[in-house]
């Protein structure tokens, strides 16, 4: 197995995480373009509130002690508010810290066995992105005038119709030779690997001229496309990403979860396998462009259920921090919208609303499963028992199984299991050779008996 499928992890939102300011400060002295794609350091500005990267630091003992061997970062590069609006992707944000530090945090991690996986934003720029400042400034004098679709009034194409998000033209050579640059110049510096924002928005042609460009100097990178919507194999097969983000089993997740409807999480679990067939899916029930799962489901029961599903069905699972405290928020169409589900965090963990409490215990208890049987990466589900409020599966890589049973009922329900003799290993029911009880809006895993 190549380490992507043994990684679990542990997503943040570093603006929001160390309580930055909304708005980035001005840089200090003249901006220039980033000529033939290069990598020169950036004048750094000043650094508001000191290297605040170290606080995350500071809590990558929680990480490892929750059973997770990845870090996620959302946005670190220097940028004009929340992170996606990028003006310099060869310079760390300055409220954030500086290059050093985010250095220091890739080591520190690296000395933990953790992998670290950084947010590529290549769709689109912010309007201070210096050669798109250029642009605005020259017009067609300007050497980047390829780089941005212009109409020829001063009006450019942006991402979903963001003003102060000016897409690239992603047609123009010299946009994938910066692209790539950026991505070796991070991988060199010791990241593993790239989760690609809005990539469902760049043509799968540009992704292929820059995938192909990376991998032939690193190899092992792993490569993640935020994908929506769509044909997602067709999406990996084109691009030559490794996994695309699994929008559909997450929506499928809670929604089945809250009308009580576990036909249409079983009809996604059988989608999920046939992306298994292809490639392994990038699995999770939150991140940062979501409403809170906790605030999401209507039960807070249900909690259980969903955090069962991730963590027993094939895929590369990701927990975005606070998720296993029991965080709220709400994400909502507005300025500002996000800052519920991307808020400050303490400076250790232990000082964390639910650090302790039985649901970050269940993150442990089910992470650790997990790690126990790590073929599940790859594992394929078959439903024995449906119906709108029970369900139980088999998920199987070979000859190893586990099966897993889930109630949403106010009652006690009895499921079938292939005939083989169940021993439970986590949650509450009770087994027989063929089956087993559920109590009331209960859950368990049991692994194949030892006869």
């Not at 100097?217 to 699994?246: C, K, M």
């Not at 928020?329 to 519920?340: F, M, S, T």
């Not at 599940?376 to 998920?395: D, E, G, K, M, P």
Request: proline letters at 6%.
């Amino acid at each position: 197995m190549r380490w992507p499928e043994h990684a679990i992890w542990w997503h943040v939102y570093p603006l929001g995480f160390v309580g930055a300011e909304r708005e980035a400060p001005p840089m200090e002295g003249p901006a220039e373009p980033p000529l033939e794609g290069s990598a020169e350091p950036r004048i750094s500005g000043p650094q508001p509130g000191g290297p605040r990267l170290s606080r995350i630091s500071g809590w990558l003992d929680h990480l490892v002690e929750l059973g997770c061997n990845g870090l996620a970062l959302g946005p670190v590069f220097a940028s004009e508010t929340h992170g996606y609006d990028t003006v310099d992707h060869f310079r760390v944000d300055p409220r954030l810290g500086g290059e050093a530090d985010l250095l220091r945090l890739f080591e520190e991690a690296s000395g933990r066995g953790v992998r670290v996986l950084l947010d590529g934003v290549f769709n689109h720029v912010g309007r201070g992105f210096p050669a798109f400042a250029d642009v605005a400034a020259r017009g067609r004098e300007s050497p980047y005038a390829g780089w941005f679709d212009s109409d020829g009034q001063g009006e450019f194409r942006t991402f979903e119709g963001h003003h102060r998000l000016v897409a690239f033209n992603h047609a123009e050579p010299q946009v994938a030779d910066y692209v790539t640059d950026v991505m070796t110049h991070w991988l060199e510096r010791g990241v593993d690997g790239w989760r690609l924002d809005a990539a469902y928005a760049v043509p799968a042609t540009f992704w292929r001229t820059v995938t192909e460009r990376v991998r032939a100097r690193f190899p092992d990178a792993w490569l993640v496309g935020e994908v929506i919507h769509g044909d997602y194999v067709d999406s990996v097969e084109r691009t030559g990403f490794d996994s695309v983000t699994q929008y559909e089993l997450w929506k499928a997740i809670w929604s089945s979860l809250n009308d009580r409807n576990l036909f249409e999480l079983a009809w996604a679990l059988g989608r999920h396998d046939e992306m298994l067939a292809a490639f392994v899916p990038q699995t999770f029930l939150g991140n940062h462009d979501v409403t809170r799962i906790a605030s999401r489901l209507t039960d807070e029961r249900h909690l259980a259920h969903a955090l069962v599903v991730l963590l027993t069905v094939g895929g590369v699972p990701s927990i975005y921090a606070g998720d296993e405290f029991g965080f709220r928020g709400v994400k909502e169409d507005r300025e500002g919208g996000d800052d519920a589900i991307r808020p400050a965090f303490p400076a250790r963990p232990e000082e964390a609303s639910g650090h302790g409490w039985p649901y970050h215990r269940l993150h442990q208890d089910l992470i650790g499963l997990r790690r126990r049987h790590p073929w599940l990466v790859h594992a394929r589900t078959t439903v024995a028992t449906l119906t709108n409020t029970t369900l139980s599966y088999t998920v199987g890589e070979g000859t190893d199984r586990l099966a897993v049973v889930l109630n949403l009922a106010e009652e006690p329900a009895k499921v079938a299991l292939p005939s083989a003799g169940w021993s439970r290993i986590a949650g509450e029911a009770t087994f027989s050779a063929d089956g087993a009880v559920v109590p009331a809006a209960g859950w368990a895993v049991a692994e194949p008996a030892v006869l």
